[in-house]
């Protein structure tokens, strides 16, 4: 059960967060987290000792949301597939957390950040698993970094300009290049058949918030297709 200290602390990174994605760092003061969050300034000194404590700890804050999910995709026998829906968890993820998402990969503090250092120890895992299976066409560590920049890049646009033109479907068409771009091509299976559809469409409904459904029938179909994406066999 969340103490009162614990919720206090959950909303003064929030409304950080949020301040932070509309005005920068720079631009958002802690006594506009305070009235945010509903706290006096010494509470936020209290658990976070000053402005860059707690720009550490909102960074701190994304990040874990973002591994709890991150480790809840266990491997499958197919890698690449596993690249696929990491991908998609990850777009999904900044869409739904855009102001912890900007603060994460926008900025510096990313490249020190330990929580950071296992994504990529993921991703890497994923990679090193393809290379294994003779389907790379480049050195692991190169792969690592095309696939990271290209959907750290992706995410970015879709949170930043969300309207453009072109803009729908945009993660699905830059994931099938970069697949093409560092594996070499294998023969199509049956596994690349519904449960590759269902992955698509799933991320396509993660990008579409104004789909017309309600909130309970979008999240049905959304657990329906992750259903289909992870079948096997």
Same mark, same amino acid.
């Given at each position: ?11 003064i990174?929030?409304?950080a ?12 003061s ?10 006096t ?20 804050d ?6 709890a ?20 968890g990850?777009?999904?993820?900044g ?5 912890f ?5 926008g ?13 990529a ?25 095309t ?17 453009? *033109?072109?803009?729908? #479907?945009l993660?699905?068409?830059? $994931?099938?290049?970069?697949?093409? !771009?560092? &594996?070499? @091509?294998?023969? %199509? ?5 519904? *449960?590759?559809?269902? #992955?698509?469409?799933?991320?396509? $409904?993660?990008?579409?918030?104004d !789909?017309? &459904?309600? @909130?309970?029938? %979008? ?7 992750a ?7």
């Open positions: 059960m969340e103490t009162y200290e614990t919720q206090a602390r959950q909303r990174l929030d409304s967060a949020d301040l932070i994605a509309e005005s920068g760092i720079e631009g958002t802690i006594r506009e987290i305070c009235a945010a969050a509903g706290v300034a010494p509470t936020v000194y209290h658990h976070f000792g000053d402005k860059n404590g707690l720009m550490d700890a909102v960074v701190t994304g990040f874990e949301r973002y591994l999910e991150k480790r809840r995709r266990r491997p499958t026998a197919d890698p690449v597939e596993d690249l696929r829906r990491g991908w998609r990850h777009v999904e993820f869409l739904r957390h855009p102001a998402y900007r603060l994460m990969y900025g510096a503090r990313q490249e020190q950040h330990p929580a950071a250092a296992e994504g120890r993921i991703l890497h895992g994923i990679v090193t698993r393809i290379a294994e299976a003779g389907l790379l066409r480049m050195p692991v560590d190169e792969a690592v970094q696939i990271h920049a290209a959907t750290v890049g992706t995410t970015i646009l879709l949170i930043t300009d969300a309207d453009a *033109p072109g803009i729908e #479907g993660s699905e068409r830059v $994931l099938d290049a970069v697949i093409n !771009a560092v &594996l070499v @091509a294998r023969p %199509r299976t049956e596994a690349d058949g519904l *449960p590759a559809k269902a #992955g698509t469409l799933r991320g396509l $409904l993660a990008q579409t918030p !789909a017309p &459904l309600t @909130a309970g029938e %979008r999240a049905i179909l959304l657990e329906l297709l259903r289909l994406a992870d079948r096997r066999g």
